[in-house]
């Protein structure tokens, strides 16, 4: 009798163990709705670089393809950049120079702009890159008022931008609402704060904001102008198709 109340007590906490893990992910999926807003987008993406002075440094233009099967396509729009592409397929990222024959590999850390990465650009979501755990309610933003959720988030993939990410959504919506983003080395790197479309009723993350806590402590902020519904055709995903330097419209 003993043997089977243990054996019941253990599969009971086993049960809602699946359970929380369960509800966390769900937490992240829904926090994810707010940057990637359907499975298959066009982005419309402005980074701008700010000086630790507050003067302006740089700004730049980007298309975005993100795509389901964590799947990017990367398209620089300014002049300076114009016909470079990144391309990222799960784990593998390539920079397409215009004129080159062969794509080269890159890592999700390369820099585009700023403290803006390419994984920052060309991921838009946490939940088939991470497991989540629900540390706790916090206090967020003492002068909005805002309580958020605590989650810690390890990484599952290879080819993530950053290890462990402790990222806070607000409690009510689930809408993203700052990040500390950690390296392999488990030092921090950038702090990220989302920046929402309506505060009271958000639907949608309109900018990141990335502080740099390690060298130049500039800010950079990554604008998401419009998104729109598009699924890219195959052979935009393919490193060697893009290597040709085809038109893209």
Known sequence: MKSLTILLTSLLALLALNAQAQDVAALLKAADKFRMSADNLQVETQINVVNADGTPDKERRYTVF??????????????????????MLGDDFWLLMPGSQRPLRITPMQ??????????????????????KLLGE???DPA?????????L??????????RIEL?????????????????S?????????VVDKPAAPSMVTEMVLTDKVSNHKTTHVRYLSRKTRQVPPEWLNPMFLVRNPPLE
């Open 66 to 87: 993100a795509q389901a099967g964590r799947q990017s396509l990367v398209l620089m729009q300014s002049p300076a950049e114009k016909g470079q592409k990144v391309l």
């Open 111 to 132: 820099k585009l702009l700023g403290d803006a990465s390419t994984g920052d650009v060309a991921t838009l979501s946490w939940a088939n890159d991470y497991n989540a």
């Open 138 to 140: 916090e206090s967020c």
């Open 144 to 152: 909005a008022k805002l309580l958020c959720l605590h989650l810690s």
């Open 154 to 163: 390890s990484a599952t993939a290879k080819g993530v931008t950053y290890q």
């Open 168 to 184: 806070w959504i607000g409690k009510a919506h689930h809408e993203p609402v700052r990040a500390d983003l950690y390296v392999l």
């Open 186 to 194: 488990d030092k921090l790197a950038k702090q990220a704060t989302f």
